[in-house]
């Protein structure tokens, strides 16, 4: 799922002006590793609702740390977690529906 970003951020010298989200190369393994970012860094646990939980799945999803996402302008963070969120609930469809229009 690709997202057009609003603000252009520079990562590694490169200009990134949308982000792929990949939720079909996410495995179990790999919301455990979420779950655990999310506990070290915000003393949370895993939650689908939390835009911890969020970003965490989103820099997996992504290939891109979660600390530069959590850099993103409002709009494109929102945008984001969002996406993340319709996954983690089963419902990716309608993310992408959502991002058509």
Do not use: P, W
Not at 6 to 24: C, P, R
Not at 39 to 45: L, Q
């Amino acid at each position: 799922m690709k997202i057009k970003l609003e603000k252009d951020f520079m990562l590694d010298g490169k200009k990134i002006d949308e982000i792929n989200l990949d939720f079909s190369k996410i495995t179990g393994k790999d919301l455990l590793i979420a779950e655990s970012n999310v506990r070290k860094k915000h003393g949370e646990y895993f939650n689908m609702y939390t835009l911890a939980t969020h970003i965490e799945v989103a820099a997996i999803a992504s290939g891109i740390h979660s600390e530069y996402l959590d850099k993103l302008s409002t709009v494109d963070f929102l945008e984001v977690t969002g996406c993340v969120q319709y996954f983690l609930l089963g419902r990716e469809s309608e993310a992408e529906r959502i991002l058509e229009d």
